[in-house]
């Protein structure tokens, strides 16, 4: 299969890209901003199977068609995208500048959205695109203070999930979603500081790995909680 997961050189999705590549027959592309940390994962495949493309998701609106060829330099389709990137700032509602406002909602939702765009036409029949949520943008979930922002542009994203597996039944093309709660990566570090989540990156990246595989053969639409706690 071929497999693209963005955010994937750390946390979640550096675990979920890792699981994949233990498969002989999956090509893995991986996506971030860091390239050392992205050779890091792509060197820790055992079979040799993963690749990276550098990319800022803040900046993709400039240039989506890009991205899609960068891909097609890779792969001539695509099976399973698993959309993990994200990005956090804890701060208060009045505290928060726009320019934060506005990143968050870049990466978390517009920049998924166009990936989704602009690779549909390449996607294969009965592919499954993965949109990864949060706890905090699942509607009557407990919320934080600090993560109003954050918390919106995930639940926009879990939103358009139910729309997508809508449109694109004639393409049989699946999309689900997966709001997770807290897992022990950066970012949970960053908006719970001191918090011992129950759930290591490890765990929580092999959950969103085989559900990527298999989730789509008994789920479309569905926007699914993954928590042992929130946080």
Same mark, same amino acid.
């Given at each position: 299969?071929?497999?693209?997961?963005?955010?994937?050189?750390?946390?979640? =999705?550096?675990?979920v890209a890792l699981f #994949? +590549?233990? !498969?002989? /027959?999956?090509?893995?592309?991986?996506?971030?901003?860091?390239?050392k940390t992205l050779i890091e994962v792509a060197d820790a495949a055992?079979?040799?199977?993963?690749?990276?493309?550098?990319?800022?998701?803040?900046? #993709?609106?400039?240039?989506? !068609? &890009?991205?899609?060829?960068?891909?097609? /330099?890779?792969?001539?389709?695509?099976?399973?995208?698993?959309?993990?990137? =994200?990005?956090?700032?804890?701060k208060k509602f009045v505290e928060i500048t726009d320019n934060q406002v506005? &990143?968050?909602?870049?990466?978390?939702?517009?920049?998924?959205?166009?990936?989704?765009?602009?690779?549909?036409?390449?996607?294969? +029949?009965?592919?499954?695109?993965?949109?990864? /949520? /949060?706890?905090? =943008?699942f509607q009557g979930s407990a919320k934080f203070p600090g993560l109003s922002y954050y918390s919106a542009s995930k639940a926009? #994203?879990?939103?358009?999930? &139910?729309?997508?597996? =809508?449109?694109?039944?004639e393409q049989q093309i699946s999309v689900n979603c997966l709001a997770l709660g807290s897992a022990r990566t950066e970012m949970i570090e960053n908006a719970f500081p001191g918090y011992n989540a129950p759930v290591t990156a490890t765990d929580m990246g092999k959950f969103v790995a085989d559900f990527a595989l298999n989730g789509n053969k008994v789920f479309n639409g569905k926007v699914l909680p993954v928590a042992l706690t929130t946080p």
């Open positions: 299969m071929n497999i693209i997961v963005t955010g994937g050189s750390n946390g979640i =999705g550096r675990q #994949l +590549s233990k !498969e002989k /027959s999956n090509e893995i592309l991986i996506t971030g901003r860091n390239s055992e079979n040799n199977n993963i690749r990276y493309l550098v990319s800022d998701f803040r900046k #993709l609106h400039i240039a989506p !068609e &890009e991205f899609k060829n960068n891909v097609l /330099s890779f792969f001539s389709s695509v099976d399973i995208l698993i959309n993990n990137a =994200g990005i956090l700032y804890s506005r &990143e968050m909602m870049e990466v978390n939702f517009f920049a998924p959205m166009l990936i989704i765009k602009t690779l549909l036409p390449i996607m294969n +029949s009965n592919a499954h695109i993965v949109n990864i /949520s /949060s706890m905090g =943008g926009a #994203l879990a939103c358009i999930t &139910e729309c997508l597996a =809508g449109e694109f039944t």
